[in-house]
């Protein structure tokens, strides 16, 4: 069986790693190298499954029959996979914290463990050649035996291992068998903030090496102007000529034998056509092994010209300056874990491009070498992050135990490398980073002395904080204040914001505010929004409900809760409304207007290429409606360079008149499609007030007062109040129900995630999400053709003695609009923020389409709400419910105008401003949803909630900015509101059938 201690030695790597890092395949002919393919190519047997599986307790309990032939009953599964997953053990989720005692290097001897068994038919290898089995990761120790015979070791379970299996191999039958530890030594540096899972959860190859092979080959592009100086350095054993070739669209650019003696070679190409983001070109390379007995292998290679250099403190990308608009992406699936398909990953890239990202973080681990590739190919610089993390030592007070322990020196240097010498040839890598959150000590200036070694392209490491060892200063969550400053006083080297904007729930919010700063500093040249993907897993209730787990769902404990759900991405891959925002505000077609000049701005926000592709389509709106629309082509506008271009809108007599301007990329690419919309704007040209249209009342309301209720009646509605709460207990209008449930003033909704911290350390303290009302005072009076009631209610939390003194004065018209007016003086000493100020009720269940005139089409806040131009829109209620894994707040809707809920025969209830306010000048937000605020507060997985037969509906004057405080930035004080006076009117209409315009028109009652 070998020896199964080692897995707990630090300074132990892994065994029999071939000399050749590269990631490449050989071919024996041109027609077999035409036909490469990294995922699926005729040169090696991938080896993904089935495998025979079976769980052990711990190392020791596993029967040496088991690495050799083992008759007892075992499962069959596909790798790659997470045996968790497939329900051997239970998954367990953690921020930082390890799942077991702290005692370095030591880990649990009950210590799950996996044996992966398969039998592969091989031929008799030729003289010469080598059988190589390569794993590109395994979770996260593993042993190799071949035909009962103990091969080697691996640890570092996101870097591929390779193993030189020829002694161990016959021809014929042969068994392979893999024993993989949940935890080894090597997790105190694999703490990174995800799901705890173990296994073979990447591919697995079985390749034969011909006896004349490469055994490394290191390609560096130099930019000498137009020119591209090409070198190249390779290793290879028994080869006696290496030709090296650059081809590009099938013709050859360049081509040249290398001295093997040196094993260098240099090719120039001129007029090249370097590789960036925006034009991710590359060229064909190939290198074609000749041995004793000729042609022995050939070896292709995608090759992207790239230098990345760093001048007077400024990154530069073939000596052009640039700034990344990045994510951090960890590897998530959401029925898989940490095993990600092909598939999933180009969903990743494509989304990433779609949405105007240019840069990824790896975080924090090596990614699978073909998603690097997928970078090369669509174009995203990486920051390409190691498979390091020590982060829950900070919980026994020094975060960098073993980050400062020479005797860890070894296992770090390792790890950065393998993922250097693996994939120093991906044009797509513009920075090596050294790993994440293990404090600094002496083995990060290990790893970054080994990095420089091996290569010339500029190192990260956040937690050098003054980048006194490393060539970036970066920072995690500074807020847009602090960036400013950082701006405003630059340091000697390039600085980047690694993460910031946590996206967990409903948000962020404030990232224009972040963009705006960024934009405005070249010292500042990245931010990486924290995170791309939801990391739930998906599960069914025992009555087939579908909903996504996060920590605590298994049984797990200690665990971090939901703090994994905190991507731009659901589980699912679909974009969230964060995503679209983000999109939105990094756009790189930026459009300004001076209305009055009658000139549109267009400004190339691109760093590479100019805006050849880009058409602006400008469309006229009056009250949300288009009217007019024209194009604008802004020519081959250079990066950094803005071209102005008369247009001429024209202002309506009446009504609101906004522009709005989409910007459309024309070409088609491998992550979109002609006319694919990249930005919008919007801009208001106009506002003028539609003239009231005085009527004569009808006639007035009559009113029945009881004991303990009024009747309020119109000629085709009434009203109930009670006369001891104030609230309207009846409405029906034309024979049917316009409310419910009553309205109540509300200063709470449902928390979302980015307001933990504020609830923690605000509300919770203070019982703002259980305040109570108390009614003080009914009263009523006529007032012209209207009937006026009033209501005195105290609004205030247990325990406390503050609270708000709110006045409710109803007054109903004749034609049954009811206007509402709010006022709220508040008594005590609180006056921190609040999540909102406005009034909620319910309306009937079949009230639910949605008509309004404000931002959308899309849910935003007022803090994020830039990828949603105010326009006139139509949503059914269910529709416009975010379905995010951990329930909370969603569907607002800011910068309304007006808002009409109504059944699918018209009718229903119309909400705006009162007559004679602006409305452009005076919006309010609103949301509708099929649950109550207290259905969605108590609900922790979306199975939790059932729709109700009636909709919730939020009518608010003001809401409080999402932020990203569940772990970053604070609300900005511009979209704070706080627990102070307030005053606000709304008018509420019934509607029947064909009414909506009617009920639009500015009616006064006199």
């Known amino acids: 069986m070998g020896v199964i201690n080692d897995w707990e030695n630090p300074a132990l790597t892994n065994r029999n790693r071939l000399a050749a890092h590269a990631y490449f395949m050989g071919y024996a002919t041109p027609e077999l190298a035409a036909t490469y393919s990294r995922e699926l190519s005729r040169g090696f047997v991938q080896l993904s499954g089935p ?5 052990f307790d711990s190392p020791r309990s596993v029967p040496a029959s088991a690495l050799a032939i083992c008759d007892e009953t075992w499962d069959e599964v596909e790798v790659p996979h997470m045996w968790q997953v497939d329900g051997y053990g239970k998954l367990a989720y953690t921020d930082e914290g390890f799942p077991f005692p702290v005692e370095q290097p030591l880990v649990p001897g009950n210590d799950p463990t996996g044996v992966y068994q398969r039998i592969v038919k091989l031929p008799a290898l030729a003289d010469g050649s080598r059988e190589i089995i390569r794993f590109d990761g395994v979770e996260s120790y593993a042993e190799l035996y071949v035909n009962g015979s ?32 949940q935890y080894s030594d090597g997790t105190y540096i694999e703490d990174q903030d995800m799901w705890w899972a173990s296994g073979i959860f990447r591919d697995v190859y079985l390749m034969e090496r011909p006896a004349a092979r490469l055994e490394d080959f290191c390609v560096r592009t130099h930019r000498d102007g137009d020119a591209a100086i090409v070198s190249l350095d390779v290793a290879a054993t028994a080869a006696e000529r290496v030709v090296w070739r650059m081809s590009a669209g099938g013709a050859t650019v360049a081509e040249t034998e290398l001295d093997l003696a040196s094993g260098h070679a240099e090719l120039t190409i001129d007029g090249a056509r370097f590789w960036n983001p925006e034009d991710p070109f590359l060229y064909d390379m190939v290198l074609e092994v000749y041995g004793a007995d000729g042609l022995s292998e050939i070896v292709p290679h995608r090759q992207g010209l790239c230098e990345v250099t760093i001048v007077d403190g400024r990154l530069l990308l073939n000596g052009t300056y640039f700034k990344m608009h990045g994510v951090n992406r960890h590897d998530g699936d959401d029925h898989k874990c940490r095993a990600v398909g092909y598939e999933r990953m180009r969903r990743d890239v494509e989304l990433m491009k779609r949405h105007n990202i240019n840069a990824v973080r790896t975080s924090h681990y090596a990614n699978d070498p073909r998603f690097y590739e997928l970078c090369c190919e669509y174009g995203l610089m990486v920051l390409a992050e190691t498979d390091m993390e020590s982060h829950g030592f900070e919980n026994i007070g020094n975060i960098a135990t073993v980050t400062d322990d020479p005797a860890w020196e070894a296992a770090y240097v390792d790890r950065i490398e393998r993922l250097v010498m693996q994939e120093r040839n991906e044009a797509a890598i513009v920075i090596w980073s050294l790993g994440n959150e293990s404090g600094y000590g002496c083995n990060i200036r290990a790893m970054y002395a080994k990095a420089k070694e091996l290569d010339s392209r500029p190192v990260h490491y956040e937690e050098d904080r003054n980048a006194d060892t490393v060539d970036i200063i970066s920072t995690m969550y500074s807020r847009v204040s602090q960036m400013n400053d950082f701006g405003e006083h630059p340091g000697p080297k390039p600085r980047i914001n690694c993460e910031y904007g946590h996206s967990m729930g409903n948000g962020p919010g404030g990232l224009f505010e972040y963009q705006q700063i960024f934009d405005k500093w070249d010292n500042l040249q ?30 797990d404990y200690p665990n971090n809760g939901n703090f994994c759900i905190d991507g731009m991405v659901f589980p699912w891959q679909e974009p969230s409304p964060g995503l679209t925002e983000y999109k939105q505000v990094i756009c790189p077609v930026r459009v300004s207007i001076d209305a009055d000049a009658g000139m549109l701005t267009v400004t190339n926000k691109r760093w590479f290429t100019d805006l050849s592709d880009i058409r602006i389509v400008l469309e006229t709106l009056v009250d949300g409606d288009p009217v007019a629309s024209a194009e604008v082509v802004p020519g081959a506008v250079a990066p950094g360079e803005s071209t102005t271009v008369p247009v001429e809108v024209a202002a309506a007599a009446c009504g609101e008149t906004l522009l709005t301007a989409r910007v459309y990329t024309t070409e088609a690419k491998p992550w979109c499609e002609p006319m694919y919309q990249i930005g919008v704007y919007q801009f208001a040209v106009a506002a003028a007030a539609h003239p009231a249209i005085e009527v004569p009342a009808a006639a007035a309301p009559a009113v029945e007062e009881g004991e303990l209720e009024l009747t309020v009646s119109t000629a085709g509605s009434s009203l109930v109040f009670d006369l001891a709460s104030g609230e309207i207990r009846e409405w029906r209008s034309c024979g049917r129900a316009v409310l419910a449930a009553p309205i109540t003033v509300g200063f709470w909704h449902p928390l979302v995630d980015n307001h933990q911290q504020e609830f923690d350390s605000i509300w919770q303290g203070n019982f703002i999400n259980v305040m109570q009302t108390s009614t003080r005072s009914v009263t009523w009076h006529r007032e012209g053709p209207a009937v006026v009631v009033e209501v005195a209610q105290r609004i205030a939390p247990p325990v406390h003695a503050f609270g708000m003194h709110c006045t409710l004065v109803y007054t109903i018209w004749p034609s049954g609009r009811v206007d509402l007016a709010v006022a709220g003086e508040p008594y005590g000493d609180y006056c921190d923020i609040i999540p909102r100020i406005g009034v909620s009720f319910e309306v009937p269940g079949a009230d639910r389409t949605v008509e309004w005139y404000g931002h959308g089409p899309g849910e935003n806040y007022p803090d994020s709400l830039r990828a949603n131009p105010v326009g006139h829109y139509r949503a059914q209620v269910d529709d416009m419910f975010t379905p995010y894994v951990f329930p909370q707040d969603c569907a607002n809707r800011e910068g309304v105008r007006w808002v009409a809920l109504r059944s699918s025969h018209g009718d229903g209830l119309m909400v705006t401003r009162p007559v004679g306010t602006d409305p452009s000048a005076s919006p309010f937000s609103f949301s509708a949803w099929p649950y109550t605020c207290e259905d969605i507060d108590d609900a922790r997985h979306s199975c939790d909630l059932v729709p109700r037969d009636t909709v919730t509906v939020n009518i608010n004057d003001r809401v409080l900015g999402l932020g990203s405080n569940s772990w970053g930035s604070e609300v900005l004080d511009s979209y704070r509101i706080r627990f102070e006076r307030f005053a606000f009117a709304f008018s509420l209409r019934p509607l029947a059938s064909a009414d909506l315009a009617a009920a639009l028109a500015p009616i006064k009652e006199v």
């Not at 495998?51 to 769980?55: P, S, T, V």
């Not at 070791?153 to 591929?160: A, H, Q």
């Not at 990245?526 to 579908?546: K, L, N, V, Y």
């Open 526 to 555: 990245g931010q990486f929004i924290w995170e791309w993907c939801d990391h739930g897993i998906a599960a069914t209730t025992a009555d087939g409900r579908p909903y996504h787990m996060y920590g605590g769902d298994n049984g």
């Open 150 to 181: 103990y091969v080697g070791m691996t640890k570092g379970s996101r870097l591929s291992a390779e193993f030189d299996v020829t002694e161990y191999v016959r021809e014929g039958d042969n068994l392979f068998a893999v024993k993989v530890l």
């Open 51 to 55: 495998w025979r599986f079976r769980l």
